[in-house]
């Protein structure tokens, strides 16, 4: 018999909502940076006799990512109290959600590994408050080895919703994909930035390993899983994923067996290590929050919401497929962020041909973008200028090689009139006979390839073009490109 190991891998999304004050406090959310124990109060202290008042724009937020995940809406929801002693929560217990979530019952679409889309469902999607963070003494900043620990309550009491996924995604790869999907939704929604590195998107990743059998395809036993923390990038979830596959895997094939535990992810060494079984942990003893009174989510919330949702990423990359005619890699890549694709949107507005902006902006854009540190939304060159630029490519009155030379000088934050001067192009600027006199020279340089041409040596009429680079670079793209293919095809006297 030939075993085959399939993992099964479920994940739990962390994602800090975008509120200026606190879940239950009005401190600043804003704690990157900030002086230690600053933006803290007796609410988020924890200090006897103080009471939590439930932000409503969190509770907002929260409705808003669920609807977009497709979830149904709890009307009444309420506050648990999810108690546990670890000196980053002061009050020995988290305020959180537990059998009557914001949301639940959702479902989102991924590009599985073999291309096709691959629905992953959304057990729920619930809000809790964020804890303290602890920093150690240790050089590596872990507690491991450290002489002492400091805690800095800044971050608790700081919103964040929970997003929980079914055990439904089955590679690494799809893991990636999902956490993508939905850090790119968050932020369309402008529920949450979604940074990974900055720890407003944190991913624990639940992973397990079926034996099976490889013809039957009947499970013949089912590992344990092991939760897996710290992972700061798509990369990261990925390649610990990859590594915790491969450890399982290992482990029951030499007929061992894994513990139920949580493991945590050291991306300088591309390994998980033990952090603590989940047998030793683990009774919250979960009970309402007496001190919140349950929520009722009114239907006017859910309807205004509903209405104010935006156009959704894989609604965008649909319609730009439909609209625009863009493949569906280019259709992704303009409707990967809402900035990219309204710059696309205004260069196409702007009588830029859409395969053609997409190009551009795929790569000339992108480049820069990268070159200079630039997001898309502080990018000098306006839509409007790149549209023009476009549209002389497009109508053959400048090369692609000029025009990419008048974007570097637009991306200096030139005005176009001064980036075509500067690279020496003004669009069609050439006289018919000016043009008729370059094809002459280059026809005379290139004695040879006229020769082939004429006599049948050129049925690609891969030659052709060649010489009208030569000619359309003689020109500095200030020739008309259809027109001196024309002049060429006439002087070669072929017809095609
Ligand atoms: P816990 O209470 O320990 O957090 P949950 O039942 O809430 O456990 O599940 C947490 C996550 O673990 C979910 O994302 C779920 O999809 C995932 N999960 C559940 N069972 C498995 C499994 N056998 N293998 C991998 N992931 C799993
Ligand atoms: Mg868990
Ligand atoms: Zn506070």
Known sequence: MTFRYIPVIGLEIHVQLSTATKIFCPCSTDYIGAEPNTNVC?????????????????????????LALSCAIRNHTVFHRKNYFYPDLPKAYQISQYDLPLAEGGEIFIPGDDGRPRRIRITRLHLEEDAGKLVHSAADGRLEGAALSFVDYNRGGVPLAEIVSEPDITSPGEAREYVARIRQTVRYLGVSDGDMERGSLRVDANVSVKKTDETSGEVLY??????????????????????????????????????????????????????????????????????????????????????????????????????????????????????????????????????????????????????????????????????????????????????????????????????????????????????????????????????????GGDPKGKKIKFLAGLVMRKARGQADAAAVSGILERRLGEER
């Not at 988020?44 to 990512?65: I, T």
């Not at 090369?399 to 009139?417: D, H, I, M």
Request: aromatic residues 6%; negative net charge.
């Open 222 to 455: 089912w590992g344990e899983r092991t939760e897996i923390k710290n992972m700061n990038s798509l990369r990261a979830v990925e390649r610990a994923l990859q590594y915790e596959i491969r450890r399982q895997t290992a482990v029951l094939a030499g007929g061992g067996a894994l513990e139920r535990e949580t493991r945590h992810w050291n991306d300088g060494e591309g390994v998980t290590t033990s952090m603590r079984s989940k047998e030793a942990a683990n009774d919250y003893r979960y009970f309402p929050d007496p001190d919140i009174p349950p929520i009722v989510v009114t239907e006017e919330l859910l309807e205004s919401t509903r209405n104010a949702l935006p156009e959704l990423p894989w609604a965008k990359e649909r319609r730009f497929a439909e609209e625009y005619g863009l493949p569906e890699a280019d259709a992704a890549f303009m409707a990967e962020s809402l900035p990219v694709a309204l710059y696309f949107e205004e260069c196409v507005a702007g009588g830029a041909s859409p395969l053609r902006a997409a190009n551009w902006i795929r790569t000339e854009v992108f480049r820069v973008m990268n070159e200079k540190g630039l997001s898309m939304d502080a990018f000098p060159v306006k839509p409007s200028a790149l549209a023009e630029l476009v549209a002389l490519v497009d109508g053959g009155k400048l090369s692609t090689t000029v025009a990419r030379e008048v974007f570097a000088c637009l991306a200096e934050g030139r005005s176009l009139k001064d980036a075509l001067e500067t690279a020496g192009a003004s669009p069609g600027g050439l006289s018919a006979e000016e043009v008729e006199q370059m094809v002459d020279q280059v026809l005379l340089a290139n004695g040879d390839v006229v020769e082939e041409i004429r006599s």
């Open 42 to 66: 007796p609410v988020c202290l924890g200090l006897p006799g103080s009471l939590p008042v439930l932000n409503k724009r969190a509770v907002e937020l929260g409705v808003r990512a669920g």
